[in-house]
């Protein structure tokens, strides 16, 4: 809940001003959209390193199969907390 940075009041989405002490409410931004673009850009990135590390295990032209494998690991706990962050906020 957003607050009067004059009087510290809770300040409801509507208002445009605190109803305490009059103080004008400038309108807070919503940053979804690059929360949205950086979980998409997660996603691609964890499904490309998932395929990589199946490569790796049959060919010898990507990265050796243990840093693929804990590559897509971390990959997949970004994603999860992007996942996590973007909901809480909707």
Do not use: H, W
């Not at 445009?16 to 103080?23: I, L, P, S």
């Not at 690991?73 to 996942?83: H, N, P, T």
Request: net charge positive; with cysteine; charged share 20%.
């Amino acid at each position: 809940m957003q607050r009067c940075k004059q009087c510290e009041t809770p300040i409801a989405k509507s208002d445009t001003a605190c109803v305490n002490c009059g103080e004008s409410v400038a309108p807070v931004k919503k940053k979804t959209d690059f929360r949205k673009k950086f979980g998409k850009l997660v996603t691609v990135m964890f499904i490309l390193s998932a395929v990589l590390t199946v490569v790796a295990l049959f060919t010898s032209y990507v990265g050796s199969f243990i840093i693929c494998l804990s590559a897509t690991i971390v990959l997949l706990m970004v994603k999860k907390s992007a996942d996590e962050m973007s909901s809480s906020q909707q």
